[in-house]
Structure formats: structure tokens, C-alpha cells
């Protein structure tokens, strides 16, 4: 059985960093392409991030220089760095295996004053 689960959200000040961590089992992550998404209430889910097999990556515009994707292929683990933090970025983060397309249960970031 495969599974992604997702941690290390939380409350945070504006400003601050958190690291999400998306741990896998049942499944080789090092195979697959690997996202982070997120959803805002009221809003439609957004990519927030990529990481390809050969670790390249790629981020939304709302993200990018702030927000690092990366993998540890030895523990199975998608990771993302969360710099520089805005209540925008307020939302339940989620982690994806497209190509198979399994889902995480999300983990909710809230950032705040």
C-alpha cells in the first residue's frame, strides 16, 4: 500500500521558515516526479512546487526565490523549505506522486501575526 504523509506544519510569524517534510511508503519516490500543492480556503488548489527524477525543480511565480523543494532518496522524503514566509502563503500543503497519482492528507501552514 502506498503512502505520503506529510509534516512539520504549524503556525508561523510572517517572515519566519518552516521545513514540510513528505515521507513515503510502498513506493520508490527516487522514480517519480514529486509536487507539493496547496489550497487556500476558498481557493482552488495550486502547484507550488516540482522536483524531477534528475532533481531538477520548478516554482510558482507566488514562490519562487522563497520557497527550495528537495529529496532524499535514502529516506524516501520529498522536503520543502519555506523562507520568507506571508499570510498568503496561509493554506493546507499537500504532496503529490503524480504519475501514480497518490495524494498526502495535507498538513496545514498557517502564517500570522
Known amino acids: 500500500q502506498v503512502r505520503l504523509v506529510e509534516s512539520g506544519g504549524g503556525l508561523v510569524q510572517p517572515g519566519g521558515s518552516m521545513r514540510l517534510s513528505c515521507a513515503a511508503s510502498?513506493?520508490?519516490?527516487?522514480?517519480?516526479?514529486m509536487r507539493w500543492y496547496r489550497q487556500a480556503p476558498g481557493k482552488q488548489r495550486e502547484l507550488v512546487a516540482t522536483i524531477t527524477t534528475s532533481d531538477s525543480t520548478n516554482y510558482s511565480d507566488s514562490v519562487k526565490g522563497r520557497f527550495t523543494i528537495s529529496r532524499a532518496n535514502a529516506k524516501n522524503t520529498t522536503f520543502l523549505q519555506m523562507n520568507s514566509l506571508k499570510p498568503e502563503d496561509t493554506a493546507v500543503y499537500y504532496c503529490s506522486l503524480p504519475f501514480l497519482g497518490y495524494w498526502g492528507q495535507g498538513t496545514q501552514v498557517t502564517v500570522f501575526s
Open positions: 510502498g513506493v520508490s519516490t527516487a522514480l517519480y516526479t
